[in-house]
């Protein structure tokens, strides 16, 4: 069974950082791309970021570009997001989701809630 | 970057057929067949509804199609079932890689 597993969610103070890692299962890690997505409240998805199997190409949305770094490690069957610089826009739901041939995204995890507050 | 184009709402009685429309660019829906449909209930993560346009992961009941003319994608639910009753969002990772704003759909 294929599962993915956010955490690392929570409160962080605008200039912030935070750091997400979403453990993997269920299938061959090291072959797969990945990507996050995240989703503010009562708002629709937005791509972040994607990388592939063994971390040498990354992409990154323009509105997190030179704050957030994608990163993996295939012994540990993870992927993370470091969020450096949290705006207050950067609250959102952030998902972690497997990438299918890499032009969809076949599986997702449940979710790790980030708020950005003071 | 802009999200593609959906209708912010949709709606059909059970039994019925409704279609959602998802407009990008050239430099995307329209160049690449990298278009996907994800359903999202309340509460929980996207689920794969449609892949590269029109082709269905396992486990995706036939009543769920898609399709693309020019710039335009389309998912057509048909049957409506009580359970269909959800967000839908539209993707591409053709040139951009970006999902469309969602489209609520009611089930009356």
């Known amino acids: 069974e294929v599962q993915l597993v956010e955490s690392g969610g929570g409160l962080a103070q605008p200039g912030g950082s935070l750091r997400l890692s979403c453990e993997v299962s269920?299938?061959?890690?090291?072959?797969?791309?990945m990507t996050w997505v995240r989703q503010a409240p009562g708002k629709g998805l937005e791509w972040v970021a994607t990388?592939?199997?063994?971390?040498?190409?990354?992409s990154y949305a323009e509105p997190i570009k030179g704050r957030f770094t994608a990163s993996r490690d295939t012994a540990q069957n993870s992927l993370y997001l470091q969020m450096n610089n949290l705006r207050a826009d950067d609250t959102a739901v952030y998902y972690c989701?497997?990438?299918?041939?890499?032009?969809?995204?076949?599986?997702w995890g449940q979710g790790a809630l980030v708020t950005v507050s003071s | 970057q802009s999200a593609l184009t959906q209708p912010p709402s949709a709606s059909g009685s059970p039994g019925q057929s409704v279609a959602i429309s998802c407009t990008g660019t050239?430099?995307?829906?329209?160049?690449?067949?990298?278009v996907s449909w994800y359903q999202q209930h309340p509460g929980k993560a996207p689920k794969l509804i449609i892949y590269?346009?029109?082709k269905r992961p396992s486990g995706v009941p036939d009543r769920f199609s898609g399709s693309k003319s020019g710039n335009t994608a389309s998912l057509t639910v048909s049957g409506l079932q009580a359970d269909d009753e959800a967000d839908y969002y539209c993707?591409?990772?053709?040139?951009?890689?970006?999902f469309g704003g969602g489209t609520k759909l009611t089930v009356l």
């Open positions: 989701a497997r990438n299918r041939a890499y032009n969809c995204l076949d599986f």
């Open positions: 269920g299938f061959s890690f090291r072959d797969s791309w």
């Open positions: 990388i592939n199997g063994d971390g040498s190409v990354k």
């Open positions: 050239s430099g995307d829906i329209g160049a690449y067949d990298y």
């Open positions: 590269e346009v029109n």
């Open positions: 993707g591409s990772y053709g040139g951009r890689k970006v």
